[in-house]
């Protein structure tokens, strides 16, 4: 299963705000431009990113503004702004059968591998600045 869409397109919102902040109106229909969706989805997650503290959205056509320094937002804290951190990332088939030795041990053998891989990729995350990716942008 994949993390929704909303964690790719919030870093490419920011990034955005990054590159072209005080050279244009951040507008929401700019920034969706630049990713390719619907500037309703580009709002929303603005919203979630404005609710983390990572950006504030002028009213009207203000347009976004970004409130961190790029080097001290990671990767994780986007994750985590657009809720892609509630709970695990593995859904669970909902009904393992408890008279099966597989399906009433599944959660034991699992769920630690599992929890594992999560904390391994967020740890990844973590590593991850805005400012890191920025440095790869073509001068």
Do not use: W
């Not at 500037?39 to 504030?56: D, Y």
């Not at 509630?86 to 769920?111: E, R, T």
Request: contains cysteine; glycine residues 8%; hydrophobic residues 45%.
């Amino acid at each position: 299963m994949k993390i929704s869409s909303r964690f790719t397109v919030a870093v490419h919102a920011l990034l955005a705000i990054y590159a072209f902040e005080g050279k244009r109106k951040l507008t929401s229909e700019f920034i969706a431009g630049s990713i390719g969706v619907n500037p309703v989805v580009v709002r929303r997650t603005l919203m979630s990113l404005k609710a983390a503290g990572l950006c504030e959205v002028r009213a009207g056509t203000g347009g976004a503004i970004a409130l961190k320094p790029a080097s001290e937002v990671t990767l994780f804290d986007v994750y985590r702004a657009v809720d892609c951190t509630q709970g695990s990332i593995f859904n669970f088939h909902p009904a393992p059968n408890p008279n099966c030795p597989v399906g009433k041990n599944i959660h034991f053998f699992l769920d630690p591998c599992l929890e594992r891989a999560q904390k391994a990729m967020e740890g990844e995350l973590k590593k991850t600045r805005l400012s890191d990716l920025m440095k790869e942008f073509p001068a």
